[in-house]
């Protein structure tokens, strides 16, 4: 399984961001192999417009089960995260990414 979290900066003990567009990045949990990877958003939320979109576009690519993100997603990157049936999980609140995990293995 893969979980991409929205965040302020790489690692674990990073702060999920609450603006998903608009996050530092995204970091990418694989399950299977137990790697934690980053990937930059920084060309997407400089952008005056469309940050979600693309935001959503990048995440897609990754190819992830679940999308963990601080805030909320914005209506038009939910309706891009949700047409490949990613499982959606939006106000995680100001929490770390391992926090994040955490939790999410409970549920």
């Known amino acids: 399984m893969k979980i991409v979290f929205t965040a302020t900066e790489k690692g674990w003990d990073a702060k ?10 995204f970091s990418e949990y ?6 934690l990877t980053w990937y930059s958003n920084q060309e997407n939320k400089d952008s005056e417009h469309g940050v ?4 959503a576009q990048l995440v897609v690519s990754l190819n992830p089960d679940v ?3 601080g805030g909320n997603f914005g209506p038009k990157a939910q309706q891009l ?6 499982k959606l999980i939006d106000e995680a ?3 770390t990414v391992r926090e ?5 293995k409970k549920v």
Request: aromatic share 8%; charged share 25%.
């Open 16 to 25: 999920i961001s609450k603006r998903f567009g608009r996050a530092e990045g």
């Open 30 to 35: 694989d399950t299977e192999n137990k790697e």
């Open 52 to 55: 979600g979109i693309q935001a």
């Open 67 to 69: 999308v963990i993100t």
């Open 81 to 86: 995260l949700s047409l490949p049936n990613i």
């Open 93 to 95: 609140g100001e929490i």
């Open 100 to 104: 994040a995990f955490q939790k999410f």
